[in-house]
């Protein structure tokens, strides 16, 4: 009776064989919305794709992850390739996904773009930050492959236009999964040969052809680099980040060349010109120099020097005569006073101003005496004190108040009743 009825252990196999042995499931290509992302630390990702109306679970095994350019998100709209599948322990079916597209954009689009806002955050585009490439350099180097037409494009426009560079080739793998790690290696390689500038780049080529130039590693040993860059990569409508980080950015390899050095014929031309100007201005300062000694010998200070000992001597004598006239006039008045102090009748009669200082003397003696208080004393009059102050009217002295009253052979202490 129960041999009819099977296990949901035996169900859910039979539903697994039966979609993992179904041609049409076995490769699908699925679009929708990312949602419950997450990236396990041993490097899968987990997620829910989804559309208005439906939603399937899905996992990306690391061996897949890691071909991806770009780190997927919530509310991000891609395209998956897998294989549907079920998962037994929960019965649920899912997608095993083995590519990731951005819904609309490129996958490696994407990558670029995120790599590129990361170091533009973190400062690595700032203009205040690139280094001047030398007018005149005596040596450039060249990263790039050893072959093809972009080193033979640099080589023979250095040597077209300033033929006295060195220029010293490091060469690099410049394309394939190997590239970036070679052209950083050959860039810090590069330090050590004492350069004026570095071109690092190649010809052109698809985005995937030119994606070594967009890895950050390379980014970053550009902006570390102490030798001022020009990148070079590809033709003049690529961009990578490469182009952002470097010192400067040429649009092709050509044109990395032509900004590294200068046109031999326009130096030349500029020093002529130089040459020209400074034989003008040393000529105009020759001929101004010549007129200004004409000027200083056609001076009649330089034709009758005597001149000067004239003026000079007729100023002297001028001198000479006020001096005279100042000592005379101050002789005259000094005479003068002398003259007026012997005629004093202080000198004349001193007995008569030493007898009127006397009697003026013995007048004012005579009235300080008058006015004395001791004379008012000799004559029978008294002083009457309180607390060493004269009283002058009766009407300030009260009761039991202690009085001195000064006579001119003593004193008689009193008390007021």
Not at 326 to 336: H, P, R
Request: with cysteine; charged share 25%.
């Amino acid at each position: 009776m129960n041999d009819k009825y099977i296990s949901v252990t035996q169900l859910t196999r039979y539903i697994k064989y039966k979609i993992d042995n179904d041609i049409n499931l076995n490769e699908v290509f699925l679009k929708g919305e990312i949602s419950n992302f997450k990236a396990h630390s041993r490097g899968h990702f987990y997620f829910t794709l989804k559309d208005e109306n439906s939603r399937i679970n899905a996992i990306m095994f690391v061996s897949n992850t890691k071909k991806i350019k770009f780190t997927p998100q919530d509310g991000m709209k891609v395209l998956l390739t897998g294989k549907i599948s079920v998962f037994e322990a929960t019965g649920a079916y899912q997608i095993y996904v083995s590519d990731m597209l951005e819904d609309g954009i490129g996958n490696l689009y994407i990558a670029f773009e995120q790599l590129k806002k990361k170091l533009e955050l973190e400062g690595l585009f700032a203009k205040e930050l690139k280094k001047p490439i030398p007018k005149f350099p005596k040596r450039i180097g060249v990263v790039t492959a050893p072959t093809g037409a972009a080193i033979k494009d640099i080589i023979s426009t250095i040597k077209r236009r300033w033929p006295l560079t060195e220029i010293l080739l490091f060469p690099a793998l410049v394309q394939g999964e190997a590239a970036k790690d070679d052209i950083v290696k050959q860039i810090k390689v590069s330090e050590n040969y004492d350069l004026d500038t570095l071109i690092v780049g190649r010809g052109g080529g698809s985005i995937e052809d030119l994606w070594p130039f967009n890895e950050e590693i390379v980014a970053r040993a550009i902006y570390e680099c102490k030798t001022p860059v020009i990148s070079a990569v590809g033709h003049e409508i690529d961009f990578t980040i490469a182009d952002f980080v470097a010192d400067l950015r040429a649009p092709t390899p050509t044109g990395a060349a032509e900004m590294a050095v200068p046109q031999i014929g326009d130096v030349i031309n500029y020093l002529d010109q130089i040459n020209i100007r400074i034989n003008s201005a040393m000529g105009n300062k020759i001929k101004n120099y010549k007129n200004k000694i004409t000027d200083l010998k056609n001076r009649s200070i330089f034709k009758n020097p005597i001149m000067i000992y004239q003026a000079k001597d007729m100023l002297f004598d001028n001198l000479i005569e006020r001096l005279k006239h100042s000592s005379l006039n101050l002789i005259n008045i000094k005479e003068k006073k002398l003259l007026t102090l012997k005629n004093s009748y202080i000198l004349k009669s001193p007995h008569q101003l030493i007898d009127k200082k006397a009697n003026k003397y013995l007048q004012i003696v005579s009235k300080l005496e008058t006015l004395s208080p001791l004379a008012t004393l000799k004559r029978g009059y008294t002083i009457v004190k309180s607390n060493d102050k004269v009283i002058s009217s009766a009407k300030a002295l009260k009761p039991d108040t202690k009085i001195n009253i000064e006579f001119d052979d003593g004193i008689i202490k009193a008390k007021i009743l």
